[in-house]
Nanobody, 128 residues
């Protein structure tokens, strides 16, 4: 059972990246998925999340209007489209999955909420 985040890289401010979170060993179509990030010296931050069927999404205020989360259950993959990137978006980005989807869905991002599976992160660096 594994989640793998990919798609990170170095981009200039104002640029875009699309992160992918691909699952192996299990089907994600029953799992809510969250994207998180952690910058050096900072607490982990919940960024965006999506319900298993994609009907419910949530974005943190810090990324609202710039990031979009989506999923393709046929590909067992969840995406995070990141536009208008800012240097403050620089962090390691992680995805995580949870079988018991809470209501409201943004509870997936709460620091005390226990996600079932975590993936290895992908580095996003935004230069000014």
């Amino acid at each position: 059972v594994q989640l793998q985040a990919s798609g990170g890289g170095l981009v200039q401010a104002g640029g875009s990246l699309r992160l992918s979170c691909e699952a192996s060993g299990f089907s994600t179509d029953s799992y809510g998925i969250g994207w998180f990030r952690q910058a050096p010296g900072k607490e982990r931050e919940g960024v965006s999340c999506i319900s298993s069927n994609g009907a419910r999404t949530y974005h943190a205020n810090s990324v609202k209007g710039r990031f979009t989360i989506s999923r393709d259950n046929a590909k067992n993959t969840v995406y995070l489209q990141m536009n208008s990137l800012e240097p403050e978006d620089t962090a390691v980005y992680y995805c995580a999955a949870d079988l018991a989807e809470p209501t409201p869905i943004e509870l997936l991002l709460h620091p005390d909420y226990g996600m079932d599976f975590w993936g290895k992160g992908t580095q996003v660096t935004v230069s000014s």
